[in-house]
């Protein structure tokens, strides 16, 4: 039987501040956000991001820098288009729940999303559906 290792909200805490940087930052400057030692912090990044991917750490001026990638950490998400539109039913119930990640979420998802081009294939295939002929409707659903 295999055991799922459980993540920590500390662990998931620091991972969503990793995931919301952008360029470049300062070693001392990021380690207080993330409540660790500098230290601490570089083998924090060392252990999520695999050697070349996502960051790159350098010195500069004696100074360490953490470069971050924010395309390389971003996720796909290989989703049937029954799965999009659950997702999409999801995030429209959960309206109490607002922050600031579900309102991103909800906007790629119903905006820019694969919903959105589902969407709009439903509704030209609603529009062909009522321009038919009888004639061409008995022979569809004949």
């Known amino acids: 039987m295999e055991m799922k290792k459980v993540v920590s909200s ?3 805490k620091k991972l969503i501040i990793l995931g919301q940087k ?3 930052i300062k070693l001392e400057d ?10 601490e912090t570089l083998q924090f990044i ?3 991001f695999p050697e070349g991917t996502g960051v790159e750490v350098h010195h500069k001026d004696n100074e360490c820098w953490i470069d971050f990638k924010s395309d390389s950490i971003q ?3 290989p989703l049937s288009p029954a799965e999009w539109i659950h997702l999409h039913e999801i995030l429209s119930v959960s309206n109490c729940i607002e922050n600031k990640a579900t309102h991103s979420l909800r906007k790629k998802i119903t905006e820019d999303g694969p919903v959105k081009v589902v969407m709009e294939l439903l509704n030209q295939l609603e529009l062909w559906d009522q321009e038919l002929s009888e004639a061409q409707q008995i022979i569809l659903n004949g």
Do not use: I
Request: cysteine-free; glycine content about 4%; charged content about 20%.
């Open 10 to 12: 500390e662990v998931w």
């Open 22 to 24: 952008q360029g470049s």
């Open 30 to 39: 990021l380690a207080p956000e993330m409540h660790l030692a500098p230290d």
């Open 46 to 48: 060392r252990q999520v």
């Open 75 to 77: 996720y796909m998400l």
